[in-house]
């Protein structure tokens, strides 16, 4: 069987909940479900289906916890291992929304595994995010800020086509 991780990166607790929520679905213990702040990039190694989560702060930039962790896991060699990305943001961000995803797909390209997990963004209103790459999302983008009420039907299609 598949061994399953996620690992997160959350400043007031809402990319947390959402890792929680998948792992609830997905029956994932909770060591399994890794904060990237207390975490080692080796800590990687583990797992067969990786699944990633950042909000974005800043002017689309990273969650704070992820710069230290994507140092190290950039040299890693994660060839055979598949990566699901998700992120939290905030679509009235509309230059930025969810960039951070876009960031760490980049970052984790470096290291060889297979992505799965892109999302189509029909239905959301935003202008611009780096997530976005050849006119689908990376990853799975949410906004509980605005439209938290979105959140289970996008998280459980999401999640049937990571699996
Ligand atoms: C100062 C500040 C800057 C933010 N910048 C962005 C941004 O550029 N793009 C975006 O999509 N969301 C942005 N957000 C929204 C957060 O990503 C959103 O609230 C998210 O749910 C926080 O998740 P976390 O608690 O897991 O860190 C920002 C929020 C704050 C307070």
Do not use: G
């Given at each position: 069987m598949k061994k399953i991780g996620i690992f997160y990166g959350s400043t007031t607790g809402t990319t947390e909940k959402i890792a929680n929520k998948i792992a609830e679905i997905l029956n994932?213990?909770?060591?399994?479900?890794?904060?990237v702040a207390t975490s080692s990039p080796s800590d990687l190694a583990a797992y067969d289906l990786i699944i990633i989560g950042t909000s974005t702060w800043g002017n689309g930039a990273l969650q704070e916890d992820w710069y230290d962790f994507v140092d190290g896991a950039e040299a890693l060699d994660l060839k055979g291992k598949t990566i699901a990305l998700f992120g939290c943001g905030d679509v009235t961000m509309s230059e930025t929304f969810c960039s951070a995803v876009g960031k760490l797909y980049k970052d984790f390209k470096e290291t060889g595994a297979d992505f799965v997990g892109a999302y189509d963004t029909d239905g959301y209103d935003f202008?611009?995010?780096?997530?976005?790459v050849d006119g689908k999302a990376v990853g799975l983008l949410l906004d509980e800020v605005n439209h938290p009420e979105l959140t289970d039907f996008r998280l459980r299609g999401w999640i049937g086509e990571i699996m």
């Open positions: 994932i213990e909770d060591k399994d479900v890794r904060d202008k611009h995010s780096e997530a976005v």
